[in-house]
Antibody
């Protein structure tokens, strides 16, 4: 069965970076993309970007350009997302989700990773 | 502020039907497929509808989706208390070149 398993919770200081992992199993990693979506406390879901599992093409949300980098390791079927220059409003639960290579819908999701940004 | 507008809350009685609307523009809903998700905060969102009106395997036919012009609608019939959750519409915005989520609608089953 398809599973996406994410890394554990993190606490970071403002200005620091955080790197998330999302390990996929149960499907052919290169046939799909991985998107990252977050939810800040009391807010809705926000798309952050996607990366192709096939060729590492990326598409980042406009508001995060310059602060986010998504990568993959096809030897371990793992997607990574690094978010830099953390601010308090980056405190959120971060999800990875499997998408089509066109990225337009997300059929399986990871369990989420809580990141708290606090001094 | 999302470019997709959803009513913040909707409610209906058990057994009834509810519709959740998602309003956008020609740069998003008007020319792209819409998907819908159910989410309980702190848990993984769940895909309910993709490509405007298709249900993934395992999603009961109580859930339906439609699109007309620049609006999309999720319908849930035979409401159950277990349907209480936040519901989000999602599509691609050609002008923003971003995937966009609606603001979410909180469903209460009275």
């Amino acid at each position: 069965q398809v599973q996406l398993v994410q890394s554990g919770a993190e606490v970071k200081k403002p200005g620091a970076s955080v790197k998330f992992s999302c390990t996929a199993s149960g499907y052919t990693f290169t046939n799909y993309s991985i998107s990252w979506v977050r939810q800040a406390p009391g807010q809705g879901l926000e798309w952050m970007g996607w990366i192709s599992g096939y060729n590492d093409n990326t598409n980042y949300a406009q508001k995060l350009q310059g602060r986010v980098t998504m990568t993959t390791d096809r030897s371990t079927n793992t997607a990574y997302m690094e978010l830099r220059s953390l601010r308090s409003d980056d405190t959120a639960v971060y999800y990875c989700a499997r998408g089509t290579l066109g990225g337009l819908f997300f059929d399986y999701w990871g369990q989420g990773t809580l990141v708290t940004v606090s001094s | 502020q999302s470019v997709l507008t959803q009513s913040p809350s909707v409610s209906a009685a058990p057994g009834q039907k509810v519709t959740i609307s998602c309003s956008g523009s020609s740069s998003n809903i008007g020319n792209n497929y819409v998907s819908w998700y159910r989410h309980l905060p702190g848990t993984a969102p769940k895909l309910l509808i993709y490509d405007n009106n298709k249900r993934p395997s395992g999603i009961p036919d109580r859930f339906s989706g439609s699109k007309s012009g620049t609006s999309a609608t999720l319908g849930i019939s035979g409401l159950q208390t277990g349907d209480e959750a936040d519901y989000y519409c999602v599509t691609w915005d050609t002008s923003l070149t971003d995937v966009v989520f609606g603001g979410g609608s909180k469903l209460t089953v009275l």
